[in-house]
């Protein structure tokens, strides 16, 4: 039997999977990817928290949200994909919402240290190291 014939491995710039790492809403990375359990559509948290203040639909493809209490996820892998994927964001984030807590002290106990921007164990990677990921269609 024959060996498999090697695969060609092309680079993939960000460009062009830029479409599944932002929101549809804002239209930048995704920060807090939630995710709508109805359609599996992600947006940045607090945008799709916004959107559902006035609309009981899915901004993309429009299902139908309960929304008095809507079903949604956070995406903590999908989240990681971004952080992984775009250089200084998670370092950025981080600096964003310390920032943001240090200007109000009263809200800081309220929520957790990741949402402070304190938290360092849920970081699966070095914001220095050189990754590779290989993202892969299988029919």
Known sequence: MDPPPPQKHEKIKLVEI???LTCYLCEGYLIDATTISECLHSFCRSCIINFLQENCYCPICEVIINKAKPCLKLDKTLQDIVYKLVPGLFVKEMYR???FF???PALAPKVSPEERGEDTERTIFNPQDAISLS???IR
């Open 18 to 20: 830029n479409s599944y």
């Open 97 to 99: 919402r310390k920032e």
């Open 102 to 104: 240090q200007n109000r």
């Open 135 to 137: 993202i892969e269609y």
